[in-house]
């Protein structure tokens, strides 16, 4: 009597795709926080967490219950181009600045409020943007951030560490 190899193939693949699937969640929980020093023009500085991919820009700070005055978020795009932002499940209102390839402000939107019901509004600059910072409300008026400010920061995005913002 020949051995069933069949039942056993579809075992151990059912037991890899299982594997495979287990292993993308956990790397994907456990992906280590970025974050770049940024300073103002006022001298001020704020560590804000790196947004580069696709899912951490559309994730951004949803579900966050507060942000501290020296926190924020950097979203790096890979082209400047017209970039809108929503406060879809925000917790917290927001000042967002979007920046140019000098680093630049080309707009400001102060004191954002978090979305209370669908449809969301969308926030957009007038001007192309490759960086929009998503930092405290209040920060633009307490550091007298204006169109034009340059915000000094140096992007090193092969290197990361893990944190709990």
């Known amino acids: ?3 069933r ?6 075992m151990i693949r059912f037991l890899f795709i299982i594997c495979a699937v287990l292993l993308t969640q956990c790397s994907a929980q456990t ?14 500085t704020i560590t804000a967490e790196l947004a580069v991919t696709l899912e951490e820009r559309q994730l951004g700070l949803m579900h ?11 979203l790096v795009f890979e082209q400047a ?6 406060m879809k499940n925000m917790k917290i209102p927001l000042d967002i ?9 080309v707009h400001i939107e102060q004191n954002v409020p978090p979305c209370k019901e669908d449809p969301c509004p969308s926030y957009s600059s007038r001007f192309p943007a490759l ?10 008026d307490e550091h007298g951030l204006k169109m ?7 992007l090193n995005l092969e290197q990361g560490r893990r944190s709990t913002f």
């Open 1 to 3: 009597m020949a051995p």
């Open 5 to 10: 190899f069949g039942s056993a193939i579809k």
């Open 31 to 44: 992906r280590e926080k970025r974050f770049v020093k940024m300073f103002l023009p006022d001298g001020y």
């Open 64 to 74: 966050r219950k507060k942000i501290d005055p020296d926190q924020g978020m950097l």
């Open 81 to 86: 181009n017209y970039y809108s932002i929503w």
């Open 97 to 105: 600045l979007w920046l140019d390839r000098e680093k630049r402000i």
């Open 131 to 140: 960086y929009v910072l998503e930092i405290k409300a209040g920060s633009v």
């Open 148 to 154: 034009y400010d340059r915000i000094e920061f140096v």
